[in-house]
């Protein structure tokens, strides 16, 4: 078996507290913990993010140049919404604890909860993760550029992304006020997409955890 990982070293890791390793917190109930490399010295070509949301709270739009994502939902449940770049639709789907949704490696899309204390893994296919957020696109291309390239005021557009706040990561913002209770409306409605939930095509029932 080839591998440049050194197993007879004495600085080889083979655990990790994932509890310890804090990637981004927007408050107590909406956080990510990460496992990649740089935590775990022995891991190839293997990372994640370890997620854990509120009703209402979601991953920002974003997409992975380097891995392909695997959702694992542990508790709650999530809306996953992935772009098709081969049919520029959004594909969408609701998983709760046990599923599974797989995103391919640089497909656009973002992720919220539908109910409260969700948490899901997100497991990728290199040891290190890297992510290119649509807050950071918005807020990193010069506003000259996008207002020439799509026709638009440079003022216009200016004021538009004013709110919006580099890595992003957790949206809405803690002190956003234009928000609903109903989170619904946030998602998914592009163009009569149909919502599949997991649960209609599974045909087995979930084991009780007691």
């Not at 949704?101 to 992720?111: E, K, L, R, V």
């Not at 599974?202 to 955890?209: K, M, W």
Request: glycine residues 4%; hydrophobic residues 35%; proline residues 8%.
């Amino acid at each position: 078996m080839d591998s440049s990982i050194d197993y007879t070293s004495p600085t080889t890791q083979f655990t990790f507290d994932v509890n310890k390793s804090p990637f981004f917190k927007k408050d107590n109930y909406n956080f990510m913990n990460i496992l990649g490399i740089q935590q775990l010295n022995t891991l190839d070509n293997i990372s994640l993010l370890d997620i854990f949301l509120s009703s209402g709270n979601n991953i920002e739009p974003h997409f992975h140049p380097n891995a392909a994502e695997l959702v694992y939902c542990v508790s709650g449940a999530i809306a996953i919404s992935i772009l098709n770049p081969f049919t520029k639709q959004y594909q969408n789907y609701i998983i709760t604890p046990g599923q599974v949704a797989n995103i391919p490696q640089g497909w656009w899309h973002y992720q919220m909860a539908t109910e409260d204390r969700t948490h899901i893994l997100a497991i990728f296919n290199a040891s290190t993760p890297e992510v290119i957020l649509g807050s950071d696109i918005l807020k990193l291309t010069p506003s000259n550029i996008m207002a020439y390239t799509y026709c638009m005021d440079e003022n216009q557009w200016k004021k538009a992304i004013a709110p919006v706040l580099p890595s992003t990561y957790i949206g809405p913002p803690a002190n956003c006020s234009n928000t609903r209770t109903e989170n619904s409306q946030y998602y998914p409605k592009f163009h009569g997409n149909q919502v599949h939930s997991m649960q209609q095509s599974i045909p087995y029932h979930q084991p009780n955890n007691h």
